[in-house]
């Protein structure tokens, strides 16, 4: 089988926040909301990045788009480092990444028409005539389910789920490659997530997209995803395709989660996994595997030392001392 193209590669890509403290405001210690992470990400595929508020995956995702300054690590976008590119270097790059918020209306300038909304990303890149551009709005917003007359109103006379169409269409505008969605469906009610869900669905095969798809609900994640990653506390637990993570989580922490994810089949059901404690503080985490302090199976090693990723066969890679790299492929 040929090997699959890659788009994106993280390697230990880290963000800290520095924590300040005391009269003179002097840096005293770091949030380490990401926290040596390495993944690639295919040409074509949706990479669900799943995790508790707290786990980092927010901030990943814009630290890969260079929102937020990576402390340290590599972004590679087809083979381009952007780690430490300046924003006037990023320019290029921006045209073929783009982002898709939690909250549209947060994210809409609520005194532009729906029609500048669209455009503006296309004015910026200063590429196309004002006719092409107007063209192209109408056709998004076909391709995005609203009608023409839309160009003219403004958010607030939307819905959720219209305003969050809206959000698609723009980042859509300049012809992206790569798409981080951030929560995207988390703010709209659940038959309304579906249909936001199947239209970016229908938008990756029609424009040759790539996602990233950060969420929390693991439902929402199965839905859309071709693999998925696991994170906690800033680093990743677990990776693999989704009916591996889905059908034989190994991590401890993503057999916790998906316990607690209701299923309609009573003989397929789980026994819910109960972690105790609460999310430790990711400005003081624990030192050995951070999951340690809520792991049912933690032993003597995981207070000490730091897992590794290691691999289990089939594109499934897992960061726990239960398991051994697999001698497979
Ligand atoms: Fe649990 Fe230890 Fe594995 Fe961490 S390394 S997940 S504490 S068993």
């Known amino acids: 089988m040929a090997e699959k193209e890659k788009l994106v590669e993280i390697k230990n890509l880290k963000k800290y ?62 083979g381009n480092e952007l780690a430490k ?16 918020f939690q909250d549209p209306f947060a994210s809409l300038n609520p005194r532009m028409s729906i029609g500048e909304l669209i455009e503006e990303p296309m004015v910026v890149q200063q590429s196309m005539s004002k006719q092409e551009r107007k063209d192209k709005v109408v056709d998004l917003l076909r391709k995005v389910g609203l009608p023409e007359e839309a160009r003219e109103k403004y958010p ?94 190994l991590h401890p922490y993503t057999q916790a989660l998906l316990s607690a994810v209701p299923v309609p089949n009573v003989e397929t059901k789980r026994e819910k996994i109960y972690l105790k404690g609460e999310l430790p503080s990711p400005s003081n985490p624990p030192a050995g595997c951070t999951f340690h302090t809520r792991c049912p199976e933690a032993h003597e ?3 000490l030392e730091k897992p590794e990723m290691v691999h289990q066969g089939e594109g499934q890679y897992v960061a726990c001392h239960l398991y051994k790299p697999a001698a497979v492929k």
Do not use: W
């Open 17 to 78: 926040f520095p924590v300040k403290g005391g009269v003179l405001q002097r840096t005293i210690g770091h949030v380490k909301a990401v926290d040596d992470v390495s993944f690639d990400i295919f040409k074509g595929e949706t990479l669900g990045i799943v995790g508790e508020s707290g786990s980092g995956k927010s901030t990943l995702g814009r630290t890969i788009l260079k929102l937020l300054d990576p402390t340290e690590g590599s972004i590679l976008f087809e």
């Open 156 to 249: 607030h006379e939307f819905s959720g789920g219209q305003r969050q169409r809206i959000g698609i269409a723009r980042a859509l505008s300049i012809n992206p490659k790569f798409i981080i969605g951030d929560e995207p469906v988390s703010a709209l009610d659940v038959s309304v997530q579906s249909q936001v869900l199947n239209l970016m669905e229908d938008l990756q095969d029609e424009f040759d997209l790539t996602y990233l798809f950060i969420a929390h609900d693991l439902s929402v994640v199965k839905h859309i995803s071709d693999r998925v990653g696991v994170m906690y506390l800033g680093r990743l637990a677990e990776i693999g395709p989704k009916e591996k993570i889905y059908s034989n989580p």
């Open 301 to 303: 090693r995981c207070r």
């Open 85 to 100: 590119l300046s924003h006037r270097k990023m320019r290029p790059y921006r045209q073929n990444m783009q982002m898709v």
